[in-house]
């Protein structure tokens, strides 16, 4: 009964990579070719997101691209969020009757598109960094896409960088200013991180 619900759900996650509570609410908007997502962020009421909401902007996406992400949000949006929240109950349900025949362990979930989609984010911005600047750039840019903070959740703990991850599906760009919110939070991480690495290395007493 809810395979289609499931299908729609992954192919549309896969591109975005959203908590999958936070299709409740997404506003989308068409800007020329361009599709601009409007996605309220599920944890920032813990200090874990950089504001109530995110921009994802995806320039010339294909018909097929663009259907999968409108028809889905269409669809959530439809619904009341506790409706909402019982139909993803029921999609994580199908998920486990279709992997656990397919898996043997390390079964995919509904936050498995997001952990693809953090990895694609990661090759496309940080695979070409050739200095700190960019690097830390790229981590921004990828901390502001996945309603992160700053980038300790991109480094550590989402998929890891891989070229072959989503090859060929579309990478979207962030809201400018909200990457300079991120970035200023970042430069205070890094100086956290490279304090705590000169304690530990630093000679004790003889």
């Not at 068409?30 to 599920?42: C, D, F, S, Y």
């Not at 509904?110 to 981590?139: I, M, Q, V, W």
């Not at 502001?144 to 480094?155: C, E, N, P, V």
């Not at 998929?159 to 200023?184: H, N």
């Amino acid at each position: 009964r809810y395979a289609s619900d499931f299908s729609a759900f992954f192919k549309a996650n896969l591109l975005c990579g959203l908590r999958p509570i936070e299709w409740h609410g997404t506003q989308i908007r068409l800007a020329g070719r361009a599709l601009v997502m409007t996605v309220p962020n599920a944890k920032r009421g813990n200090g874990r997101a950089h504001g109530p909401t995110r921009t994802l902007v995806f320039d010339d996406l294909s018909q097929d691209h663009r259907d999968a992400i409108v028809n889905w949000a269409t669809r959530v949006n439809a619904l009341t969020r506790k409706v909402y929240k019982s139909l993803l109950k029921r999609i994580e349900e199908v998920m486990r009757a279709i992997t656990k025949r397919l898996f043997r362990k390390n079964r995919p979930t509904p936050y498995t598109t997001r952990h693809a989609f953090s990895a694609r984010l990661k090759a496309f911005y940080l695979g070409n960094a050739r200095t700190e600047e960019e690097y830390d750039l790229g981590c921004a840019i990828i901390a502001a896409l996945m309603g992160h903070a700053t980038d300790d959740t991109a480094d550590f703990h989402y998929g890891k960088k891989s070229e072959k991850a989503g090859r060929g599906l579309p990478i979207p760009r962030a809201d400018p200013a909200e990457v300079a919110r991120i970035r200023p939070r970042l430069a205070r991480s890094r100086d956290r991180l490279r304090a705590l690495e000169a304690r530990r290395i630093r000679p004790g007493p003889r």
